[in-house]
């Protein structure tokens, strides 16, 4: 009998001891999701934790402990968050994640300055013929490459011959060296060489254009026009993953993670702090890193704007906001109806109510929009005459149009792209003209490719996009844009005393003259309303208070050679 | 069982090139290039990019290159988005990462769902049977995009424990498995505790029990072992989908995985990364689907294969 009922509590303990693991992990599993939950309610609701506020450091101002705060000595490392590059080939550059890097490792003949001013870089001074098609560098003696070579007029040329050089296969050479004589038949694999860039010693460089072009300098500020070393692109196919350049910085190491940039000691102008700086590729949360000191300026989002703006919270001494160079607009086909109607277009600019969509849908991150330059390019005009939100006249410009009212409009189709949130601000625009005009719109949402070569055919009928500029001179937006003859005219605008003052103000070389003929276009192209211009871009920029000097250019990105450590 | 493997192995190849065909003939069907700007190109330079490409043969002359240059040279071609870029670099940079984060994801997985399934059929209908599939219910319907900013606010915030993001330390991988790994606990969960329930009704653990074998024998050898088929066959595409890349999880953290590959490769028309990854999932589909079939005959001693 023993022998049969021994077994059972023997069997009986390791059942209980195996199911009590079980549920001792379970119940850790359980209570580690119930307590956080709870805990951090009770956390919140009793004060102990404020978002932004944890661990206080002692002494300074700041609100947020610090990532790498500088102890003693001033060099810096700086730990950043960006995109990452596509290329850092400068001949390539079509982007602005690209050009975050591009414009560090690499420098031109000029550059931009923080106000976006054309300023000396390799080139220290310039001469520019009477006539205005030649333009004479002399160049500074002390360029080096990262390499330690010693960069000459003969670098220049060569960078430029191979942007020019059909086998780059450069999507954007035409566009900003196009000028130069001898560019195009280089382009087209005419041409050995680039005519117009002339070596006349190794430290002056001459470069003829076509004809007088006043933004001339101002495109010669983009990547395409940097120089690059010889050697090191004949060295292979993929020089650009280990890039050699003449500019502030220098790689020193790229992994699918992150960019590395180190100081280039031999660079030709003073520079600031900046031992190192790390750019964290992509996603996440970056206000989060920031206000965990995981970063030293963060970019921020929508999704953070009101908490981050509150002035009760003390993350808003810490916000940089930088007007950005791009223009949000409504287009409209004008070479269809109803839009060639310039009455309609009217009607609909007139019931657009920019301000109320800025401050309730994009919480501030957008300025409305009066005319189509931004603020900070210059020419920007702060006394035009913006068709302003009225819906009276909106719908008496309705009536007087050649339809008559609302209810005589043809179909009307509003094409956006994106994922939800242009959806909704889609549904908010067509939500806005009903109330107003009574006109009920269609909108259609197709991916990108496709809204592209939509666009680009002029198959749209009304559309809602961005135009950003890439070098800041009025010419990128009201020339590209509205000219006749511009192959970005996107509305298929076309008014002949526009395209006059255009073609004036191209070859204008007074920089009053020139810009008043901007602002002339631009007054006549906004009352004709091609464009309802909806909002431009500010940036929200969070940057260390132990960081003096990190400013965000109005092309997006970080401008980093003047950073250096504050005092305290 | 050798045969079998070899057999399907061969099978993979019609298998591949279906799918070959299709996702070629679809990406190229669609409107939109992969050269095509806001700021449009000049005719001559997309002229001149198509040429480089080999966009302007016919489209059959374009997939019989693409396939014989897999096929002898294991090249599956370059990134038209990011110039210069292979689609083999970009399989190599991100996809360790991924499957890195995929596998402990998977880990989580298990190492949650299946005790709580087992938890819940032993002590069916009673509080810990119906607390284990509360978690499982919250597991699958709480949608990582939520979960992975709610563990970032509680463990790396309010707590402090851990990175908010990135990746590469130990601490870092943490709050993302479990944000990846949640979910698929809870399938499995649930799919344990059915099958397992299942199980421990059929004659051979009566047999077990009467043979007087200790329960802890019973339970593991006997009726986990057989109620782990089903949830054997859910793995197989689990793992497929998990160590691929992850779009959402992998942009809540900062992860640089293949999981915006999967997306933006589409969104620009970047036609041998939409291929790549394509190829690169159901690769891994099939090959965990046959690992998946080989381990039925561990499981289950009446599964042969031959």
Redesign the interface.
């Known amino acids: 009998m023993t022998d049969l009922l021994q077994?059972r509590p023997?069997?009986?303990a390791?059942?209980r001891l195996?199911?009590w693991i079980?549920?001792a992990?379970?119940v850790v599993?359980?209570l580690t999701?119930a307590c956080?939950?709870g805990?951090?309610a009770w956390?919140?609701s009793s004060g102990r934790?404020t978002?932004g506020e944890?661990?206080p450091v002692v002494a300074t101002p700041g609100a947020s402990p610090a990532a790498t705060r500088p102890s003693g000595g001033t060099a810096l490392d700086l730990r950043l968050?960006a995109d990452?590059p596509?290329?850092l080939?400068p001949a390539?550059v079509?982007d602005s994640a690209s050009a975050e890097y591009v414009d560090k490792i690499y420098s031109g003949l000029v550059g931009l300055d923080e106000d976006l001013n054309v300023v000396p870089e390799i080139a220290e001074r310039w001469d520019i013929s009477d006539d205005g098609t030649v333009y004479t560098f002399h160049l500074r003696d002390n360029v080096y490459f990262h390499n330690g070579r010693k960069a000459t007029a003969q670098d220049f040329k060569y960078s430029v011959e191979r942007a020019c050089d059909?086998a780059t296969?450069?999507?954007v050479a035409?566009?900003y060296l196009g000028d130069i004589v001898g560019a195009e038949e280089k382009?087209?694999g005419r041409a050995p060489a680039v005519r117009g860039v002339e070596v006349l010693d190794d430290r002056t460089v001459r470069i003829t254009i076509r004809a007088a072009r006043a933004s001339f300098l101002a495109k010669l500020t983009y990547p395409t026009g940097f120089v690059v070393a010889k050697e090191v692109v004949e060295s292979g196919?993929?020089w650009?993953?280990k890039p050699v350049g003449t500019g502030p910085f220098r790689l020193r190491s790229w992994?699918?993670?992150q960019i590395v940039l180190e100081k280039h000691d031999r660079y030709y102008q003073p520079l600031g702090d900046v031992r190192t700086v790390t750019f964290?590729?992509?996603?996440?949360?970056p206000v989060?890193?920031y206000?965990?000191g995981?970063l030293d300026a963060a970019p921020v989002g929508v999704a953070d704007i009101e908490r981050v703006l509150d002035p009760a919270n003390p993350l808003h001494y810490e916000v940089q906001e930088t007007p950005l160079l791009y223009t949000q607009y409504v287009g409209f086909n004008v070479r269809q109806p109803p839009f060639d109607d310039p009455m309609v277009r009217r009607a609909f600019a007139l019931a657009t109510n920019k301000q109320a969509m800025a401050d309730v849908f994009f919480k501030r991150t957008r300025v409305p929009a009066t005319g189509i330059l931004p603020p900070g390019m210059p020419g920007y005009n702060a006394n035009l005459q913006a068709i302003p939100f009225d819906p009276d006249k909106a719908r008496e410009a309705l009536k007087a149009s050649r339809y008559g009212g609302a209810e005589n409009l043809p179909r009307i189709v509003l094409t956006v792209t994106g994922e939800g949130a242009t959806n909704a601000f889609a549904n908010l625009l067509a939500g806005m003209y009903e109330e107003v005009l009574g006109v009920r719109l269609e909108i259609e949402q197709v991916?990108?490719?496709?809204?592209?070569?939509?666009?680009?055919a002029h198959r749209l009928q009304m559309f809602t996009?961005a135009w950003s500029a890439?070098y800041p001179d009025p010419e990128n937006f009201l020339e590209t844009q509205f000219h006749s003859r511009s192959?970005?005219n996107n509305t298929g605008y076309s008014d002949a005393e526009v395209d006059r003052l255009l073609e004036q103000a191209m070859t204008e070389r007074d920089t009053a003259t020139r810009l008043a003929l901007y602002q002339q276009a631009e007054q006549r192209i906004v009352d004709d309303a091609p464009w309802i211009p909806l909002f431009h871009g500010v940036d929200y920029t969070l940057v260390k208070p132990y960081l003096r000097g990190l400013k965000v250019t109005a092309q997006g990105n970080y401008h980093l050679r003047a950073v250096s450590a504050a005092t305290q | 069982m050798l045969r079998y493997i070899v057999r399907r192995l061969l099978w993979m190849i019609p298998v591949l090139l279906f799918i070959s065909i299709v996702t070629f003939a679809l990406s190229h069907a669609?409107?939109?290039?992969p050269?095509?700007?806001?700021?449009?190109?000049?005719p001559?330079?997309v002229a001149?990019?198509e040429k480089?490409y080999g966009l302007d043969k016919p489209l059959y002359q374009q997939y019989l290159n693409y396939i014989g240059n897999i096929v002898t040279k294991f090249d599956f071609g370059p990134s038209m988005?990011?110039?210069?870029?292979t689609v083999n670099e970009i399989f190599a940079?991100?996809l360790p990462?991924s499957a890195q984060l995929g596998v402990l994801a998977l880990l989580v997985a298990l190492?949650?769902g299946i005790?709580?399934g087992?938890?819940a059929a032993?002590k069916q209908n009673t509080f810990?049977d119906y607390?284990?599939m509360g978690?499982a219910v919250?597991g699958v319907s709480v949608p990582n995009i939520v979960l992975g900013?709610l563990l970032?606010?509680?463990?790396?915030?309010?707590?402090?424990w851990f990175?908010?993001?990135?990746?590469?330390k130990p601490s870092q991988m943490v709050l993302p498995s479990i944000a990846l790994g949640l979910g698929s606990s809870a399938i499995i969960g649930r799919l344990t505790r059915a099958s397992m329930l299942q199980v421990i009704r059929e004659d051979y653990i009566r047999t077990a029990r009467a043979k007087?074998l200790?329960?802890?024998v019973i339970?593991v050898r006997h009726a986990l072992k057989n109620a782990f088929i089903p949830v054997a066959t859910v793995l197989g595409p689990m793992f497929a989908a998990l160590t691929t890349g992850t779009f959402v999880v992998?942009?809540?953290?900062?992860?640089?995985g293949m999981g915006?590959y999967f997306i933006t490769s589409v969104?620009?028309?970047d036609y041998a990364v939409v291929m790549g990854t394509t190829l690169l999932y159901a690769v891994f589909l099939v090959i965990a689907n046959l690992a998946v079939d080989i381990t039925y005959a561990f499981l289950d001693p009446r599964i042969r294969y031959t």
Not at chain 1, 447 to 456: I, K, S
Not at chain 2, 81 to 85: E, H, L, S, T
Not at chain 2, 163 to 168: E, F, H, S, T
Request: net charge neutral.
């Open positions: 077994p023997q069997r009986a390791p059942k195996w199911l079980l549920l992990v379970l599993a359980c999701i956080a939950a805990g951090v956390l919140i934790i978002l944890r661990t968050m990452p596509t290329t080939d390539m079509e059909p296969r450069s999507p035409r566009a382009l087209d196919s993929s650009w993953r992994d699918a993670k964290l590729f992509g996603g996440g949360a989060t890193m206000e965990q995981e991916d990108w490719a496709t809204y592209l070569q939509d666009l680009n996009l890439d192959e970005l | 669609v409107p939109g290039g050269f095509d700007r806001e700021k449009k190109l000049p001559e330079v001149n990019l480089y988005r990011q110039r210069g870029r940079d991100h990462i190492v949650i005790p709580l087992i938890v032993l810990w607390l284990g978690i919250f900013p970032i606010w509680i463990f790396a915030l309010a707590l402090g990175p908010v993001a990135g990746w590469g007087g200790t329960e802890r339970m992998e942009q809540i953290f900062a992860i640089p915006k969104t620009n028309r």
